[in-house]
DNA sequence: GCGGACTGCTTACCT
DNA sequence: ACAGGTAAGCAGTCCGCG
């Protein structure tokens, strides 16, 4: 049994060898692959043959061959470019590409150890789960002064690791009296480093995972190794840890025991208002992570009593980081396997990524060749060039009872595949318009050939069938979870397609396909929401493929939900073979506020809640969670008192100063580089004055801040919580700001009028709101 | 000089 | 750095007001 960890190529005698990292039974293999020789197509403007000479006249070109493949337009004559090195790529596609004869220049731009695995068909991962990978977590703590980690002056001071087949380690180089089973005094910091390196290399390790090892951990270690002429060869062959630029970001990469950086993992899992590895950890396990506070690291290093605690506290990061990621690998495995990418490289790609890494693995088996990238001006040029998209109906906006909610089933990706939406079927040659899949946008498309995308979805769409299938069938429970885990990458990708037409920078892009889709997203809703009227319903609110409905004058909850269900069968009797509505759920009571911003209770009585303050990250805690209460009086209880009561009360805890720091924090991201904003919200004011103080953020950071008390605006008060003193917030901002607004939409939509709302708003003490 | 109406920028959500 | 549709807050400006 063997599974495919990474792959990359180096140049020996002038030639290139793959090398592929296996790990096969117990043993780690690297094979080598001597014979495959880098390539490119070019397309001809004149006589294919007339380009074929002139290549063939060209430095570094070993062979020439024509060869038939699928463009988008149809067949296409391509010439076949084989080249010495990677590195001779670069140069040559310009010289071909300047040839008169050339029209234009295919797949030159494929990196040489993902072109073999495009071409060779490999899968990594594959019996990841059989086989028992070694995977090691670390995490290290460094003594930095007030905030700022700098690498040239901060010692590391402690290294911990742990391990899926039972050593846990810290290593320091503090001489303390406190003794643990896994802690290990070293002599110093070159030590600590070493040591690490040789249990890497000693446990034989297949996977190395950190939290933000990428951008901190690595490249920390790299730079404090280099002050101690320390090799941090960590790699299967030897080779050092490198720390390379992935666009905005860093990667670091180990050759061969690829390395996972689990926060950007996390970041793309789950939403959730932060990252920090406490928040992840505590969302995945229900349980709170041992923490301490970071900003007194020099207190907890040099107070021989309280040493321990932050022993055990960087124990507990390599043990919880290792535990994240047995939750979160098994997806990462997943589509690994089916878009065929090593996990170093899977781990840190973005969802557009992966669907064209799939799309263009399904091109090499389809014979098709792959468009190019868009340059920038031809990116900016599409973008320039909006589309309409779904469509939301207004919501009869305050309470509901008896609702039944239907959604169409995976909406885009079944339209795509029923009226065959492709680049290559788009008002085709070979149809009538008439006899063709008409559009609401005035294209049509094929109905002789199967598009490559609508092929490629059918064939995710029928493999996540089988999963299901198999799921189903399969009693023992870890199998089940490996089938779940498939099919869910499976249907991750089948999802994305329809974003992927749209997205500008897609070598597939294409806005008419994408239009076409909404449009036809649009028509199918809103027949149905047509026909549901016509059969006696009332249509509270529909978003792009749901549909939310009452039956006004009728009680019975069955006779409603039957009614629904029939309903349902005659909608799907005139859908398309692919299309299919579902029965989603009843739902007791809703209260619809705008479009985007519901809730609803089940049965039990459980609570789901859409677009309003208690889902977002940028409000407070203290005002969400009010504002959950309120829903939860209203709609389970059935009580408005109860709500009032709720409101007073917090009220009174926010003026008379009890409320903690935790519970005011707003969280809000900054999405783009300091320079670039026109105007600074609070959470950039924050940011900037927390920098000055030795705080570092960057695009992509999430900003914790408070509205304290001192400032001329709201953006003035806002702090960073770390400056902030318990007790010192604006009580009148987050009563008027925050509490009131959000409970306030909840009472209104219950159609009190603003006026009742200020009566009673006197009777619950808020009269200076 | 003040407050309400309005606009533009910004964020995070929904599907 | 997958899409468009949407609500909403804050900062700043405009406008009316003897």
């Known amino acids: 049994m063997k599974t495919l960890l990474d792959a990359d190529y180096i140049v020996r005698d002038e030639r290139p060898v793959v090398r592929l990292f296996y790990k096969q039974d117990d043993e780690r293999v690297i094979e080598e692959v001597a014979d495959f020789e880098p390539y490119f197509y070019a397309l001809s403007s004149v006589d294919i043959n007339v380009l074929a000479e002139k290549v063939k006249a060209l430095e570094n070109v070993t062979k020439v061959e024509t060869k038939t493949m699928t463009d988008i337009k149809g067949e296409v004559e391509v010439l076949r470019i084989n080249t010495k090195i990677p590195g001779n790529v670069a140069e040559l596609r310009v010289k071909v590409a300047s ?78 009296a406190f003794k643990a089973e896994w802690l290990e005094v070293l002599e110093g910091e070159k030590t600590m480093i070493e040591k690490l390196v040789q249990t890497i290399g000693e446990r034989n390790i297949d996977l190395i995972v950190s939290y933000n090892g990428d951008n901190f951990d690595f490249p920390y270690i790299e730079d404090r190794a280099k ?45 959730l208002p932060r990252y920090q590895l406490e928040d992840v950890y505590l969302h995945i396990f229900k349980e709170e992570k041992r923490d301490i506070d970071t900003g007194k690291m020099r207190e907890y290093w040099d107070d021989e009593k309280k040493f321990p605690e932050l022993a055990e506290y960087s124990l507990s990061d390599a043990v919880s980081t290792l535990k994240i990621a047995e939750r979160v690998l098994p997806l990462q495995y997943e589509l690994c396997r089916v878009i065929r990418e090593p996990i170093y490289e899977n781990s840190r790609m973005s969802s557009s990524q992966r669907v064209e890494r799939l799309l263009m693995n399904k091109a090499f088996e389809k014979n098709v060749v792959v468009p190019n990238r868009p340059s920038d001006d031809e990116s900016g040029e599409r973008y320039q060039e909006p589309f309409e998209g779904a469509y939301v109906l207004e919501p009869l906006k305050g309470i509901h009872d008896n609702i039944v909610l239907f959604d169409f089933r995976s909406l885009y990706p079944s339209i795509i595949i029923s009226h065959n939406v492709d680049p290559s079927t788009i008002d085709c040659k070979c149809c009538k318009k008439e006899e063709a899949h008409i559009a609401p946008n005035n294209h049509y498309f094929c109905k002789k050939k199967k598009g490559f995308i609508p092929g490629v979805l059918e064939w995710l769409v029928k493999k996540r069938g089988e999963m299901k299938d198999e799921f189903k069938k399969e009693a023992d429970s870890q199998k089940k979870a490996i089938l779940n885990v498939k099919q869910q990458a499976l249907k991750l990708l089948g999802n994305s397609m329809y974003g992927y037409y749209a997205f500008v920078r897609a070598r597939w892009y294409s806005r008419d396909c994408a239009e076409a889709i909404a449009a036809w997203g649009r028509e199918y809703i809103q027949k149905t929401i047509d026909e549901a009227r016509k059969t006696g319903f009332e249509v509270v609110y529909g978003d792009t493929d749901s549909i939310f409905i009452t039956k006004p004058g009728e009680q019975d909850k069955k006779k409603i939900e039957s009614d629904a269900k029939e309903f349902v069968r005659k909608v799907n009797e005139k859908l398309p073979e692919a ?18 911003r519901y809730a609803l209770t089940d049965e039990k009585g459980l609570l789901t809640v859409k677009g309003l303050e208690t889902k977002r990250r940028d409000w407070a805690e203290i005002a969400k969670d009010t504002q959950n209460k309120v829903l939860h009086a209203i709609l389970h209880d059935r009580n408005p008192e109860k709500a009032a009561e709720i409101v007073k009360q917090v009220v009174k805890d926010i003026k008379e100063g009890r409320v903690k720091l935790k519970d005011l924090a707003i969280y809000t991201q900054m999405t783009r580089g300091m320079g670039e904003y026109l105007v600074d919200g609070p959470h950039i004011q924050a940011a900037k004055k927390a920098m000055k103080q030795g705080m570092n953020f960057k695009q992509g950071s999430i900003i914790t801040y408070v509205i304290t008390k001192k400032g001329d605006s709201i953006s003035d008060q806002a702090k960073v919580i770390d400056f902030v003193e318990e007790g010192d917030y604006d009580a009148d901002y987050y009563i008027g700001h925050q509490v009131i607004p959000a409970v306030l939409r909840i009472l209104e939509a219950l159609g009190y009028s603003e006026q009742e709302l200020r009566g009673l708003g006197k009777q619950m003490s808020l009269e200076d709101w």
């Open 227 to 271: 002050k101690f002429g320390v090799k941090v060869d960590v790699g299967i062959d030897g080779e050092e840890v490198k720390t390379e630029r992935r666009g905005m970001n860093m990667g670091a990469r180990v050759k061969g025991r690829p390395h996972v950086d689990l926060y950007p993992v996390c970041r793309q899992t789950f939403n």
């Open 99 to 176: 040839l008169q004869e050339c029209r234009e220049v295919r797949e030159a731009d494929i990196p040489f150890s993902r072109r073999y695995l495009i071409d060779s068909q490999l899968s990594p991962m594959e019996n990841a789960e059989n086989i028992g990978l070694t995977i090691a977590s670390l995490d290290i703590e460094c003594l930095s002064e007030g905030g700022a980690m700098d690498a040239d002056k901060n010692p590391i001071i402690m290294v911990s690791y742990a391990d899926n087949k039972g050593l846990n380690r810290v290593w320091t180089c503090k001489k303390t």
């Open 579 to 596: 299309m299919e509505l579902e029965f989603e759920g009843f739902y007791p009571r809703g209260i619809f506020i705008t479009k985007k």
